[in-house]
């Protein structure tokens, strides 16, 4: 071949396409798809970095007017062609850059360690020359010794054994017998020293049709739904060594390696170096090394958030997508890649099979598990276990009868008696901090932040007000900035105010928590939830980080201080977020033969998020949550389009998005996508940024996409962008 079709790795829309460059001789044998080339750019010749994506035999420009390529960057291919081809797909899907795409699937590149390695040259050696070294009893014979069976041994190592200098090696090289060779160090392995090795548990029923609904349906995914305890985990790891076996490779996804420690070790422990683990607090050069083990088919399995979804194992036989109804699951970043159709596309390029799992699916892939997109596998009981107890506590009577505490009746006493049986307790409340608002009693005026157009939520322990949003923290007020008055109150509770009221009422518990305040640093996670779990404390206080894959034996009773906080935030997922909340929380409690207690306290008891919850009934929140979108016109009914316009000029940024608004209209022909006139976001100013969003919704996801893409190109063309941002984003997580 004579030409090389080369993306430039940069991420600028206008260069978003494949240059041909000429491949000189020296590099004919050399250049291969996949590989990483230095190429001049250009009027003025600018080295770039580029990917080549195809080959080709002729050009349709003048052939003299191709420029050479200059450089091959590594000797090996960082892409396969089925990877390119996905990257094409994600492009079109995601409304990106084909060379953002390659740069989400390619890590890094971080130049490898590598130690320098000395081995016989057996090939090119008589044995007589290596008897006459031999026999000569010194140090080059010592060299020779160790190498003696055809290892490969470090430099470094056979020098430090033999406490030797280099000069017997470098003499043994120069006779032609020894040579040497650079191999590369892999760093941040996880380690194994501390696992013990598990060995498979017999199936239960549920569990043995679960594995065979996965192995035997080859031409969808299956959505296993399995309630917390039903022994998901364990299928998974049985199909995993299925595909092992077969001399396959899989992929396991979690939410977030930090939250689901004892998951990621019960792969360890069953599969041992097989695996391989990354985490969003490794350095590059860890996750580029771990990928090149994946590469080079020195693992089997590897366990990661979203990102390893990339992991380069051609011999792809399965991805497992846990917990799938996560968010952490789709990329709020360009590329804005959904890991599970991520996962569906490999499946189709790979042959590869695709398990999502979860005890509370999310709707829309419930929704596709009724419509035969999806196979349903589901396990509906507890291993060895019934599941716990749900009370429900309705805090408006609590009030009624003179209750004002932050706790019910009912779940007072249970902690008392807990604490009594020596029992561990968990509760949860999905807000940090303090207060979440302080206000003047007497004008009612609220303390928000400037930046944003958030209220200010108290911290006691550094006694702030911090915004949640864009983290600036403000002293406390002695009086109303707006009236003077000395009436500051204080309203709303979060884990701050949990862990207070705790040691106030029950002084001689020990008391832990778990929130973004107490995990900033790097192992605070794991500390948090080993000193709970070795019983080092009898209460655990904690954000939604506690509500999902920990499994402690000792935990018979959960509070939900407050169920209905998630259903107060202005967005259509309110109600499956809320009912998801419970029920995993709900999970934590009874994992280990004594029956679990959960009590859920609300100042809602009858919406049907809750109640469903309560009653432990997925298919009566789904029913009810599926009539409710549907009447909406929401998804996976219909696909709505955010756009945001930000900046820090209002004016600008309304302006743009307003005729953004008349464009879309101007173009939308016979009426086919349904147009919002444009709002100030959910949060209408955040980091000193305003921000305004518009909706525009279709049953079609790909004509909706290019009309989005179209009428902002169009907005480009028509009225200059400085300073106002425009963000696009097809049925987000969070609505704007
Ligand atoms: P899930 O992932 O659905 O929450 P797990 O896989 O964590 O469930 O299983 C719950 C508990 O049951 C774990 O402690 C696990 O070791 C145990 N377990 C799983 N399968 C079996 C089995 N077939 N026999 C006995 N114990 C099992
Ligand atoms: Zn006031
Ligand atoms: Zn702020």
């Not at 430039?8 to 990483?36: C, H, N, T, W």
């Not at 130049?111 to 090119?124: G, L, P, Q, V």
């Not at 792809?316 to 996560?326: P, Q, S, T, Y």
Request: hydrophobic share 35%.
């Amino acid at each position: 071949m004579k030409f090389a079709l080369v993306v430039i790795a940069v991420s600028v829309r206008a260069l978003d396409r494949v240059f041909s460059y000429r491949i000189p001789d020296e590099m004919q044998d050399k250049l291969d798809v996949g590989m990483r080339v230095n190429v001049p750019f250009g009027m003025g010749n600018r080295m770039l970095e580029g990917y080549v994506v195809g080959l080709s035999d002729s050009v349709e420009i003048d052939e003299t007017k191709v420029k050479p390529i200059a450089a091959i960057l590594e000797n090996y291919p960082v892409i396969s062609e089925r990877r390119i081809e996905l990257a094409y797909w994600m492009q079109k899907k995601y409304y990106s850059t084909l060379s953002e795409c390659l740069q989400c699937i390619i890590p890094k590149k971080v130049k490898s360690k590598t130690y320098k390695c000395a081995f016989i040259d057996y090939d090119n050696t008589e044995t007589a020359l290596i008897d006459s070294i031999l026999a000569k009893k010194n140090k080059q014979s010592l060299v020779l010794d160790m190498l003696i069976n055809g290892d490969s041994i470090p430099v470094d190592h056979i020098k430090a054994i033999l406490g030797i200098d280099g000069s017997p090696i470098n003499a043994l090289v120069k006779k032609g017998v020894v040579k040497t060779e650079e191999n590369e160090i892999y760093r941040g392995n996880y380690n194994l020293a501390r696992t013990v090795k598990s060995s498979p548990f017999t199936l239960n029923d549920e569990q043995k049709a679960a594995l065979d609904d996965i192995l035997t349906n080859a031409d969808r995914p299956v959505l296993l739904k399995g309630v917390t305890g039903s022994g998901k985990t364990e299928v998974y790891l049985q199909a995993i060594e299925a595909v092992i076996k077969e001399g396959k490779q899989a992929i396991v996804l979690v939410p977030e390696i930090s939250l689901t420690p004892q998951t990621v070790d019960r792969f360890v422990s069953r599969f041992g170096d097989a695996v391989a683990v990354t985490h969003s607090r490794m350095s590059d050069g860890e996750r580029y090394d771990q990928w090149r083990r994946a590469a080079g088919n020195e693992i089997s399995v590897m366990i990661g958030p979203r990102s390893a979804i990339f992991t380069p194992f051609e011999n792809l036989g399965m991805v497992i997508i846990d917990e799938e109804h996560e968010t952490a699951y789709k990329a709020d970043q360009s590329p804005k890649y959904d890991a599970r159709e991520v996962a569906i596309k490999l499946a189709e390029l790979y042959g590869c099979k695709v398990v999502l799992g979860s005890a509370t699916p999310s709707v829309n892939s419930y929704y596709a598990a009724k419509n035969g997109k999806y196979y349903l596998s589901e396990m509906k009981n507890r291993i060895n276990l019934s599941p716990p107890e749900i009370i429900l506590t309705d805090m408006r009577e609590e009030l009624a009868s003179g209750n004002r505490s932050i706790f019910g009746r009912e779940l007072y006493k249970a902690i008392e008696q807990n604490l009594a049986d020596k029992k561990q307790t968990i509760l949860f409340l999905n807000r940090r901090g303090y207060s979440t608002f302080v206000s003047c009693r007497k004008c009612g005026y609220v303390m928000t932040c400037e930046n944003c157009n958030v209220n200010y939520t108290y911290h006691k322990y550094s006694n702030t007000l911090m915004c949640h949003y864009c983290g600036a923290s403000a002293k406390v007020p002695d009086i109303c900035p707006a009236c003077g008055s000395k009436h500051i109150r204080y309203f709303g509770t979060g884990t701050q105010k949990i862990e207070q009221e705790v040691n106030e009422h029950f002084p001689t518990a020990r008391v832990l928590r778990m929130d973004a305040d107490t995990t900033s640093k790097k192992d605070s996670h794991a500390e948090i939830l080993d000193i709970f779990r070795r019983g080092g404390a009898d209460i655990l206080v904690g954000t939604q980080m506690i509500a999902k894959g920990l499994d402690f034996p000792d935990v018979t009773l959960v509070g939900v201080i407050a169920a209905d906080l998630s259903l107060n935030i202005n967005d259509y997922h309110s109600g499956e977020i809320t009912y998801q909340l419970i029920t995993q929380v709900a999970g934590r409690a009874g994992r280990a033969g004594t029956p679990g207690k959960v009590y859920v306290q609300t100042y809602t008891p009858e919406h049907y998020s809750i109640q469903a919850a309560v009653n432990g009934s997925y298919e009566d929140f789904y029913a009810k949550e599926t009539e409710f979108r549907e009447m909406m016109s929401y998804p996976p009914f219909t696909n709505i389009f955010f756009v945001l316009a930000s900046g820090e000029d209002e004016q600008k940024v309304y302006r743009s998005i307003m005729t953004l608004c008349e464009i879309m209209q101007r173009y939308n022909k016979n009426g086919q996508f349904k147009i919002f006139s444009p709002a100030p976001a959910v949060i209408s100013k955040i980091n000193g940024k305003f921000r305004w969003r518009m909706m525009i919704k279709s049953d079609d996801s790909e004509k909706i996409t290019n009309f989005v893409l179209f009428t902002v190109e169009k907005l480009r063309a028509y009225m200059p962008l400085d300073g106002v941002n425009i963000n696009i984003s097809l049925n987000p997580n969070y609505s704007f």
